[in-house]
C-alpha cells in the first residue's frame, strides 16, 4: 500500500512490505498463501453459517511454526557460513501469548528441534512443565520467592532442562537454600546482566543501568563468589540480557553482543566452565508497516542472525574461549503472523445522509437550491469545480444558520447535499488522484463503525500507539474511494483508529444494509490477547483454529466461542445467580409488565444472557 492514492492501493494494502509470505492477494480476495489457498472471507463465512456472531480471531498455527523453523534454519546457516562451533537453542517467552490455541500447537509441531517455553510467574512455569517436550530448554526470567524456585526444583526431579536465571543476589540465597534441602538433580543457574547498552524505541527501558532487571558488575562478582562458597559454580550454565522488544535498529544488539560476550568469557576465565551459552533474550522485530518508508525495522532476519553468529565467534576468539550456545527468546517474531482478528463493519456514518433524508421544501434558500442543482448535473467533467463550490456553500450555510437565517430542516438538507456531492464527486476523480483530491480525502473523513473493541483486541494501538497492518477481506479490485476512521463499539473516545496522513487507510463505499463488508487486522498474536481489557465488559472474540491437512484443504477446528454475558459476569465476581433473582423479581413486582408476558420477558432477557456482548450485524446476523 503505497503512501500515495495510487493504483496499487486497491490491489494489496502493502502486503508486499508486511505479509513475509503469509497472505496473498488475488482474484480480489486475500487468500492464506498455504495449502489450497483458501480466502479469508470464506473461513469467515462459513463460521458465521454455524452462527458465531461478532469478531472472530483466526489462528493460523502454520505460521507461527513457520517462524520458529526460519530463525532455527538461519542461524544454522550462519553457524555454517561462520565456522561456528556452538549451538543455537531457544524458547517461547509465555508472555507473549499464553492461550492454549497457540502453546500446545506450537509445542506439539517443534519436538524435533531445541525449542521450550519461558516462564515469568508460577503459573507460566506449571504450563512450561506441562508442554515443554523433555529435553528441551526452559527458562524462568523475573522476579522469584521460594515457593517458585521449588517449582523450578521439581521440574529438575521431573527430567526437565531448565534453568533458573537470577535476577537479584537475594534468589541465589534461595536457590543456595533449596539445594540443601531438596538436592539433586537441580536446575541450571543462569545470570540476567545489567548491560550497559540500552534498546530503541518504545522499550528501550528494558536496557541499560536503569533498566528493572539483572544484575551489576558488582552484583556478578558477589554471585560468583557466593555459587564457589557453596559448591554450585558447576551450575552456573547462562547469561543472559534482554534490550528490549522490536528492536526497529540493529545496533543496539551489536552493542549489547560485545559487552555480553566480553562477560561472558570474563566468568569462563574465572572458573565458570560450565557457562556455555549467552541469551540474547528478546527484540527480534516484526515488520508492521504498510506504506514504503515506514519500515519497522532496518534489518532482515538474515542479517540479524549473522551478527550474532560473527561478533560472538569473534569474541571468543578473541578472549581464547569456547564459543556459547546462542539462546533466543524471540516471542513477538514467533507469534505476530500467526492470528488475524476479522470484524465486520456495522455502519457507514455517512449513510445515513442519502436522497431519502432529503426534506426539500417547496421552496428552498437560493443557496440550498443551488446545492441540489449541483448534485443532480455533476460530472467527470466538473466534478472538482462542484466540490469546491459545495463546500464553500457548506460553509455559508452553516454560518446562515448560526445567525438564523435558515431553520433545522435548511440546515438538515445542506449537510445532507454536501455529502452526497462528495461522495458522487470522490466516485469520479477515484481513478485521477491529485495531491488536491488526497488532501481532501484527509478531510473529509469516513467513519466506519466496527464490530469489536480496540481496548479488548488492540490494546498496543490504544496504549502504544503501535500500528497493525488492516484491510478489506473482499473487493480488492475495486479502488477504495473513502479515507477511513476506524470506531470500535465501546463507549470511549479512545476507541477510534483515527485516520492518518502518514498511514493513511483508504476504504470502500459499501451499503451494509445490503451487503458484509469485514475488515482484517493483521499480525495481532503478540501480546494483543493477553494485554486485552474488558473495557464496557468485551470479552475476548470467538477464536477458531485454521488446519491444513496433506492435500492442502483446510479444516476449521478448536471454535471456542467468546463468553456470553453471564459468564462474563461472573469473572468478575458477580453472583451471577443473584444477578438472575433480581431480574426475576423486577420483572415479577413490576406492574407494566402483565402476567402473560413475564415468562416470555424472561425468556428473552435469558437468551440475551446467553450470548457475548458484541453487537449484531444489520440484517445478517439477525436470522443467525
Avoid at 509465555?94 to 528441534?113: E, H, R, W, Y
Avoid at 473523513?445 to 497493525?468: A, K, M, T
Avoid at 495481532?524 to 484443504?553: C, I, K, W
Wanted: charged share 25%; with cysteine.
Amino acid at each position: 500500500m503505497a503512501s500515495t492514492h495510487s493504483d496499487t492501493l486497491a490491489i494489496d494494502y502493502g502486503i508486499e512490505i508486511w505479509g513475509e509470505g503469509s497472505f496473498v492477494v488475488e482474484e480480489g480476495v486475500i487468500k492464506v498463501a498455504y495449502g489450497n489457498r483458501p480466502a479469508l472471507v470464506e473461513i469467515v463465512r462459513k463460521l458465521r453459517e454455524e452462527g458465531y456472531k461478532g469478531p472472530l480471531l483466526l489462528r493460523f498455527p502454520h505460521l507461527a511454526v513457520r517462524n520458529v523453523r526460519r530463525l532455527f534454519d538461519h542461524f544454522e546457516r550462519a553457524k555454517k557460513e561462520f565456522g561456528y562451533r556452538g549451538k543455537f537453542k531457544a524458547v517461547f517467552p509465555l508472555k507473549v501469548n499464553q492461550f492454549p490455541g497457540f502453546v500446545i500447537p506450537l509445542m506439539a509441531s517443534t519436538c524435533d528441534l531445541e525449542y521450550g517455553l519461558e516462564a515469568g510467574s508460577k503459573a507460566e512455569l506449571i504450563l512450561a512443565m506441562c508442554y515443554t517436550n523433555l529435553g528441551c530448554p526452559i527458562t524462568v526470567n523475573g522476579f522469584k520467592d521460594q515457593e517458585l524456585i521449588s517449582i523450578g526444583f521439581l521440574a529438575a526431579k521431573m527430567g526437565h532442562n531448565i534453568t533458573l536465571t537470577i535476577e537479584g543476589i537475594n534468589e541465589l540465597e534461595l536457590i543456595i537454600k533449596e539445594s540443601r534441602r531438596l538436592g539433586a538433580p537441580m536446575p541450571k543457574i543462569g545470570l540476567r546482566i545489567r548491560l550497559h547498552t540500552g534498546g530503541i524505541g518504545i522499550w528501550a527501558k528494558s536496557g541499560g543501568y536503569g533498566s528493572k532487571f539483572g544484575l551489576t558488575s558488582t552484583e556478578l562478582l558477589e554471585a560468583m563468589e557466593l555459587l564457589k562458597r557453596h559448591g554450585l559454580i558447576d551450575r552456573l550454565s547462562m547469561l543472559h540480557f534482554h534490550i528490549g522488544s522490536q528492536l526497529n535498529h540493529i545496533s543496539p544488539m551489536k552493542k549489547a553482543l560485545r559487552e555480553a560476550g566480553n562477560i561472558y568469557a570474563e566468568l569462563r576465565k574465572m572458573g565458570a566452565k560450565n557457562l556455555r551459552a549467552i541469551n540474547i533474550g528478546g527484540g527480534l522485530a516484526v515488520e508492521y508497516a504498510q506504506h514504503e518508508g515506514r519500515s519497522s525495522r532496518n534489518y532482515t532476519l538474515e542479517e540479524f542472525t549473522n551478527d550474532v553468529v560473527f561478533l560472538l565467534k569473534e569474541i571468543a576468539e578473541a578472549k581464547g574461549v569456547r564459543e556459547p550456545t546462542i539462546f533466543t527468546e524471540s516471542g513477538r517474531f514467533v507469534a505476530a503472523d500467526h492470528a488475524v482478528l476479522v470484524a465486520p463493519v456495522l455502519e457507514l456514518f455517512s449513510q445515513e445522509y442519502s436522497e431519502k433524508s432529503l426534506r426539500l421544501k417547496a421552496s428552498n434558500p437560493p443557496l440550498i437550491q443551488e446545492l441540489y442543482e449541483l448534485y443532480t448535473s455533476i460530472g467527470a467533467k466538473n466534478a472538482r469545480e462542484y466540490l469546491h463550490d459545495a463546500l464553500d456553500h457548506m460553509e455559508s450555510l452553516l454560518t446562515l444558520f448560526d445567525l438564523g437565517y435558515i431553520d433545522l430542516t435548511d440546515r438538515a438538507n445542506t449537510e445532507t447535499l454536501v455529502h452526497l456531492i462528495i461522495k458522487k464527486a470522490l466516485t469520479l476523480l477515484s481513478d485521477r488522484p491529485t495531491k488536491e483530491i488526497r488532501d481532501l480525502l484527509e478531510r473529509i473523513q469516513e467513519r466506519y463503525l466496527v464490530n469489536f473493541s480496540i481496548f479488548q483486541s488492540l490494546p498496543d494501538y490504544w496504549g502504544l500507539g503501535q500500528h497493525f497492518p488492516v484491510m478489506p477481506l473482499d473487493r480488492l479490485d475495486t479502488r477504495p474511494t473513502r479515507s477511513a476512521s476506524l470506531w470500535d463499539i465501546t463507549c470511549d473516545s479512545d476507541g477510534e483508529i483515527a485516520f492518518n496522513v502518514d498511514n493513511p487507510l483508504y476504504l470502500h463505499d459499501v451499503d451494509v444494509k445490503k451487503e458484509e463488508y469485514f475488515l482484517g487486522f493483521f499480525k495481532v498474536g503478540a501480546y494483543q490477547e493477553v494485554l486485552g481489557m474488558r473495557h464496557n465488559l468485551f470479552t475476548h472474540p470467538t477464536e477458531a483454529t485454521v488446519l491444513f491437512d496433506e492435500s492442502g484443504e483446510y479444516q476449521i477446528e478448536s471454535v471456542l466461542e467468546a463468553q456470553n454475558i453471564l459468564d462474563v459476569l461472573d469473572d468478575i465476581d458477580y453472583d451471577t445467580k443473584e444477578v438472575e433473582r433480581r431480574i426475576r423479581q423486577l420483572i415479577d413486582e413490576s406492574p407494566e409488565i402483565g402476567e402473560d408476558e413475564k415468562k416470555e420477558i424472561l425468556g428473552e432477557l435469558y437468551l440475551y444472557l446467553s450470548e457475548n456482548g458484541y453487537l449484531r450485524t444489520i440484517n445478517f446476523e439477525e436470522g443467525a
